[in-house]
């Protein structure tokens, strides 16, 4: 997506060989009108699909997630919750994540209620870089039946391990900017 | 804002005295359809101001705030992080805030790039009960020196201090729903 690619360009930082930031525009400060474009093109990509719902985690992916379902005929969004604390409750569906950036464990969880098995489900998260928290949200969709029927990135790392890990769950997986290398505070796209 | 009084009757659940479970619409599965209605009747109430920002803090805040952007020209959208962890960064304004429903404090933080003294704030929230987070939205603006427009909440439970410690700091505060009493699970609203 050039805008998106601009955008980066124009605002995005590299730090280091691995951190992008992008609390500009995409999570911390938030450009709406960036993510109508983003949502846009997500329902670009996804146009043969019947989805019912849109699942991504907290915090950072809410925004994008609400403006896309927009463009997807206003489909529910619901926001799997992070906590670090285990808590037995059967009204939920949890799944362990780990985060590399803060080197610990987390739960993310949905209530049952918002989560069923004849839900088609798009999963938008900002970024993707290790997958950890797309396997995350893909686990619920596993535990409660729900179909997942792709997965929607705003920023990929192309060269950390979520691609792979992602399309080894043998689901679809649209990243509308793929970023090659970070090296030397450099931004280089795939394509 | 009846469709959304209609929709806390319809969908919301009092649980004790003082909890009022919105989790179907507002706070964990999102309804974007009744975002736009929500954003598009804070755009009537403070359609005579010139905002430049809107300022929410994460998790919950985030989706009705990107939404109500869009009636407000697309400003930028700014959330506040939460985080436990004291962090000595001369990089942000932070503001201590008390959860009663935790029973602990915890730090919000905004970037100083992203608050600024030219800045038209416009403070979005879903809920208003005790009112620490929306004083320590308010403090953020202070300490940048940004002025605060107005306060705009979605549900707010006026049987709580919320309301008088925000009025008391001469800001305008605009509710689209007012509670008046959860007692014995039983929803009344002010009017």
Avoid: W
Avoid at 26 to 55: S, Y
Avoid at 61 to 81: H, R, S, W
Avoid at 106 to 121: G, Q, S, T
């Amino acid at each position: 997506m050039e805008l998106l690619k601009r955008r980066i360009c124009d605002s995005g930082r590299a730090i280091g060989n691995d951190i992008l930031k992008v609390d500009s525009f995409l999570n911390h400060q938030l450009d709406v009108q960036l993510f109508q474009e983003i949502g846009k093109e997500f329902q670009r990509r996804f146009r043969t699909e019947r989805i019912t719902k849109i699942l991504t985690v907290e915090a950072s992916g809410i925004g994008v997630a609400c403006i896309t379902a927009q463009y997807f005929n206003n489909v529910p969004v619901v926001f799997a919750k992070k906590s670090t604390a285990k808590n037995l409750n059967a009204e939920v569906y949890e799944s362990n994540v780990y985060s590399f950036t803060k080197g610990a464990h987390y739960i993310i969880r949905v209530d049952k209620k918002y989560l069923k098995a004849e839900d088609n489900v798009l999963i938008i998260d900002d970024f993707l870089a290790n997958g950890k928290a797309v396997l995350g949200l893909l686990d619920l969709c596993r535990q409660a039946g729900a179909h997942a029927v792709g997965v929607g990135i705003v920023i990929e790392k192309s060269f950390q391990e979520g691609r792979g890990a992602v399309l080894k769950e043998n689901i679809r997986l649209e990243s509308l900017a793929r970023i090659k290398s970070l090296k030397e505070g450099k931004i280089i796209f795939m394509d």
